[in-house]
């Protein structure tokens, strides 16, 4: 089980660290991953950090204002996202995936549930 927390309102220009904890798995067998969906628009990648946390891949739409960080020992990740834009404004879900890890398209086959971040201009 995935559950995300630490969305909110945040004025454009702010920063913000979502965290998403695992229970239930043996979290550093799992590659994790970010993603966001905005009202109206499809889901997109956002960030993705290996099990190891070696590696990690972001969406260029981050332009840089991404950062993916895990605790295997916590059985966390967070996504710090910092200057944020109006357009940051999504649901953002975690998920995980135990296959061989290919960045963004990781095979990520477990989801939890969204948490709502609302930048305002």
């Known amino acids: 089980q995935l559950q995300a927390s630490g969305g909110g309102l945040v004025q454009a220009g702010g920063s913000l660290r979502l965290s998403c904890i695992a229970s239930g798995r043996t979290f550093n067998a799992y590659h994790m991953a970010w993603f966001r969906q905005a009202p109206g628009k499809e889901r997109e990648f956002t960030a993705a950090i290996s099990r190891t946390g070696a590696n990690t891949d972001y969406a260029d739409s981050g332009e840089g204002r991404f950062g993916i960080f895990r605790d295997n020992d916590k059985s966390t990740v967070s996504l710090q996202i910092v200057h944020l834009k109006p357009e940051d404004t999504a649901v953002y879900y975690c998920?995980?995936?135990?296959?061989?890890?290919?960045?963004?398209?990781?095979?990520?086959?477990?989801w939890g549930q969204g948490t709502q971040v609302t930048v305002s201009s």
């Open positions: 998920a995980a995936g135990s296959s061989s890890w290919n960045g963004r398209h990781t095979d990520f086959g477990f």
